[in-house]
């Protein structure tokens, strides 16, 4: 796991608290009109479950869109980012019990909620293709972002 400097700050300033998996967000594989396997979570870019994506369709960025959840139910960053962390864990264990040959990163964000915004979670994951990053999962990546940001590489 790679994380940024304030990201760091908030992992050792709150200590982990009990909530239950959510269901809700297990992954799904899907195959587009060439064969090319992608997976999806919950309301993938508002597409129905039985949608058939089309063979030019670039399946990384639609992961990137498509499999974005927004945490947002507490207005304690602490809980919050502790329901980002489970649902990052619940992920990684399904990714590699479920699709092991496949890599992935997933992406968690903590919006701190400033200016009115109420804070949030934000997480997202995406296949790595042909060794291909959305986001380079390196220090120097994670350390451009102006909120605290981590990656998880799973299956590499």
Known sequence: MICNASMYRLLCDYPAISTPMMAAYRICKRRNVAGAPYWRVADFCGMDAAAVLSADADLTALEW??????????????????????????????????????????????????????????????????????????????????????????NQ
């Not at 959840?69 to 590699?96: C, F, H, R």
């Not at 986001?135 to 994670?142: D, K, L």
């Open 65 to 154: 869109d498509g499999n974005e959840v927004m945490l947002d139910m507490a207005d304690s960053i602490p809980v919050l980012l502790n329901a980002g962390l489970l649902l990052l864990y619940q992920w990684k264990e399904q990714m590699t019990r479920d699709f092991p040959e496949t890599p992935f990163d997933i992406l968690v964000s903590v919006d701190e909620g400033k200016d009115g915004v109420s804070p949030s979670v934000t997480l997202r994951f995406y296949a790595v293709r042909g060794g291909m990053h959305y986001v380079e999962p390196t220090q120097e990546a994670m350390d451009g972002f102006a909120q605290p940001v981590l990656i998880q590489q799973v």
